[in-house]
């Protein structure tokens, strides 16, 4: 089963309001997880690093303002898309590594529709 | 980060072997290879990594050159099921590491029944 869970799968959300994403490590506790967002028929693009207990890195040209990291548990890490747009609609995926045995491992959620209308 | 390049798109026929082939020639000394696939409307799923030495898990192998600056995934046998976007991934996995990794474009898989 999956190790690593975001909810919801899908959400579709009226222009102008706010969504929220979760991430949940189910079997080990991650200090960091990852967001990453990816369009249709494009790679995954790394949005920002979900720090346990402080503050989200952004990646380069990704509004800090706009997506909302809080990683208050080492068990989840949430991303608030605000005041979102139809350009925001994009599939949100996150990952986090499991540090057990050798560390090596990073397990990523089932992603997130985000359909904004 | 090092970067790897990968051809666009591969084709096999289902039971068929495939050769899935990537190349890092700026790889450094501390970098591993992964290697991860991702099915339509899904999040990534890890397929296998190594750092020098050729590698076997039920899912695939990882032949490695010698000189670290390319490597192949091998699937055995294909399925309908392996068709996916595979992406060859460097990770540096020193002390400041912490599962950041850095997709590029991938290689679409398609298996012909």
Redesign the interface.
Known sequence: GAV?S?HPSRVICKSGTSVKIECRSLDFQA??M?W?RQFPKQ????MA?SNEGSKATYEQGVEKDKFLINHASLTLSTLTVTSAHPEDSS?Y?????DPRGT?????????S?LTVV | DAKTTQPNSMESNEEEPVHLPCNHSTISGTDYIHWYRQLPSQGPEYVIHGLTSNVNNRMASLAIAEDRKSSTLILHRATLRDAAVYYCILRDVGSSNTGKLIFGQGTTLQVKP
């Open positions: 690593v975001q200090t960091t990852f990453y790679s995954l693009m790394l690093t599939f995926i996150c990952s986090a590594r560390g090596n491992t990073i397990y990523f959620g089932e992603g529709w």
